[in-house]
């Protein structure tokens, strides 16, 4: 698992990208307090980033960030059943909540180390950009 490689979160403010990656205390903040986040980052894309900015410009990141630890929260919390998406260069492609709580789980539950990925093709690969 500490092999994966895979982009960090981040949110549009404006006309900058600025990072948006959650924290382990937060993620651990959203367990302990059972507030998880039903919600596909893909599928409300357009809902959620209208949460973010309807606080105006200085909460978009704490609230895309708090978003991603909720998200990551509900996987400690629930697991889930499809498995991560990796290339063959080990990069995800998709899966970054649930590779966040496996780590999780894996750091401060207990949980084991390892994971099941299937392979993809490459996609958001960048091919050792990294
Ligand atoms: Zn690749």
């Not at 092999?3 to 993620?27: E, F, H, N, W």
């Not at 990141?61 to 889930?80: S, T």
């Given at each position: 698992?500490?092999?994966?490689?895979?982009?960090?979160y981040?949110?549009?403010?404006?006309?900058?990208?600025?990072?948006a990656d959650p924290?382990?205390?937060g993620i651990?903040?959203?367990?302990?307090?059972?507030?998880?986040e039903?919600?596909?980052f893909?599928?409300?894309?357009?809902?959620?980033?209208?949460?973010?900015?309807?606080?105006?410009?200085?909460?978009?990141?704490?609230?895309a960030r708090q978003y991603h630890e909720r998200r990551v929260?509900?996987?400690?919390?629930?697991?889930?059943?499809?498995?991560?998406?990796?290339?063959?260069?080990?990069?995800?492609?998709?899966?970054g909540h649930?590779?966040l709580?496996?780590?999780?789980?894996?750091?401060?539950?207990?949980?084991?180390?390892?994971?099941?990925?299937?392979?993809?093709?490459?996609?958001?690969?960048?091919?050792?950009?990294?």
């Amino acid at each position: 698992m500490d092999q994966l490689l895979r982009g960090t979160y981040g949110q549009k403010v404006g006309c900058q990208g600025l990072a948006a990656d959650p924290s382990s205390a937060g993620i651990a903040k959203a367990v302990d307090e059972w507030t998880l986040e039903f919600r596909r980052f893909q599928t409300h894309k357009e809902e959620l980033a209208h949460e973010f900015y309807s606080e105006g410009f200085a909460r978009v990141i704490p609230l895309a960030r708090q978003y991603h630890e909720r998200r990551v929260a509900f996987f400690v919390i629930n697991g889930w059943t499809d498995a991560i998406q990796i290339c063959i260069h080990n990069v995800l492609e998709e899966g970054g909540h649930r590779l966040l709580a496996a780590r999780f789980r894996s750091n401060h539950l207990n949980g084991p180390d390892e994971i099941d990925c299937v392979i993809v093709p490459c996609n958001k690969c960048l091919r050792g950009g990294y």
